[in-house]
T-cell receptor
Framework: AQSVTQLGSHVSVSEGALVLLRCNYS??????LFWYVQYPNQGLQLLLKYTSAATLVKGINGFEAEFKKSETSFHLTKPSAHMSDAAEYFC?????????????FGAGTRLAVHP | NAGVMQNPRHLVRRRGQEARLRCSPM?????VYWYRQLPEEGLKFMVYLQKENIIDESGMPKERFSAEFPKEGPSILRIQQVVRGDSAAYFCASSPGSGSSYNEQFFGPGTRLTVL
């Protein structure tokens, strides 16, 4: 069975500060891992994904994440927060397999950015 | 190329009524997923469909919920005799579904169901 744990339901940073959102996963098979962002009253937008290629993955809007198998982690970072980064962020996992891939989501982390 | 479309965006129902949520996948996509997001929670998988077939409904409540994806037209998530606990955001995602070891899912804007 697969699961995702996001540490910290709320994270608050200053504009220009480092953003670090934590995600740990559990998977009995090699996983695909994802970070999605959700702005208020909108759908989910894919930030980045890990699909067994490079362990350091770069995404949109300056975000990146590193897959660490030994730590079963896939933390999301951004060097310098911007006010527009305020949103909810979801980490998700799906098994590496052909065919369909239902996503297992974490509970989400709400990021607040203050001046 | 239009994205995934869902309608209505907001739906209000009284207890005992039926709710019908529609999802039009992206052009060329033949696979549809439905997820539910309860307040203050992450998304939970409900059902996965291909055209005219339900492939995986392991996340669907056993009663009152059904889904279809007909040969023509949008995918429909139907909730009969709604209760207050059904109040949530329902998201649809579509994927191409063939020719790749991984099929990215593209999400619609969601339907926010409120049961009074």
């Amino acid at each position: 069975a697969q699961s995702v744990t996001q540490l910290g339901s709320h994270v608050s940073v200053s504009e220009g500060a480092l953003v670090l959102l934590r995600c740990n996963y559990s998977s009995s098979v090699p996983p695909y891992l994802f970070w999605y962002v959700q702005y208020p009253n909108q759908g989910l937008q894919l930030l980045l994904k890990y699909t067994s290629a490079a362990t350091l993955v770069k995404g949109i809007n300056g975000f990146e994440a590193e897959f660490k198998k030994s730590e079963t982690s896939f933390h999301l970072t951004k060097p310098s927060a911007h006010m527009s980064d305020a949103a909810e962020y979801f980490c998700a996992v799906t098994p590496f397999s052909g065919g369909y891939n239902k996503l297992i989501f974490g509970a989400g982390t709400r990021l607040a950015v203050h001046p | 190329n239009a994205g995934v479309m869902q309608n209505p965006r907001h739906l209000v129902r009284r207890r005992g009524q039926e709710a019908r949520l529609r999802c039009s996948p992206m052009k060329g996509h033949s696979h549809v997923y439905w997820y539910r997001q309860l307040p203050e929670e992450g998304l939970k998988f409900m059902v996965y469909l291909q055209k005219e077939n339900i492939i995986d409904e392991s996340g669907m409540p056993k009663e009152r919920f059904s889904a279809e994806f007909p040969k023509e037209g949008p995918s429909i998530l139907r909730i009969q005799q709604v209760v207050r606990g059904d109040s949530a955001a329902y998201f649809c995602a579509s994927s191409p579904g063939s020719g790749s070891s991984y099929n990215e899912q593209f999400f619609g804007p969601g339907t926010r169901l409120t049961v009074l």
